[in-house]
């Protein structure tokens, strides 16, 4: 009888535990329907111990910077709110690429594939800056710090999956091979030519 006694008290224990961390989490979330402000957003990423760092242009706390390290590689990671605040982001940005314009197809082709396989997270590039990046957009609402973390999670996890495709090394120029014409015009006959 004490064993079941026992058992019994454990069980409502763990449901009574179960039920606490249900009800923090409740209590931290955004009410259905309603945005996440800048604050609350801070807020959450500080309380995940993620050390944000106010990234915005103008000090409004709509921007964080976030650094996750495994294995000794810290990725930055962007946080950020939409200007209207109904979209969440993340982002990447890889180093500046030192000449874009001589990389090959199959760099770019690449990265339209990686895109493809991982809507609504895409890459995209920046000429101003000559630099790739990645993002991956939600609808503002219903955040919790359980779903930040793992959606932060996972976002990490889809860059260092696909760093072999974003490495700035992929976009240096290819090399010539030796005895083979490289130059571009006698791709010319390859594509349809216009009609008259």
Known sequence: MNRALISFGML??????GHAQG???H???VVAGEKLTP?????????????PKDNSKDKNRDVYLVSIDHDGWKVPITVSLSTNRNVLW???KTPPLPTPGEAGADAWLRLLELSSESVPAHFAYDKES???HLYKPFPNQGWTPKRLREEIANFDSLVRRTVSAWD???????QAVPGKNTSRDTD?????AKRT
């Open 39 to 51: 604050d609350e957003l801070g807020k959450m990423l500080t309380n995940l111990a993620l050390e």
């Open 23 to 25: 009800l923090a989490d």
């Open 168 to 174: 700035p090394k992929n976009f240096a120029p290819k």
């Open 130 to 132: 000559k630099r790739l």
């Open 90 to 92: 993340l982002e990447i």
């Open 188 to 192: 010319r006959d390859s594509f349809p």
């Open 27 to 29: 209590a931290n979330a």
């Open 12 to 17: 409502l224990c763990f449901a009574w535990l």
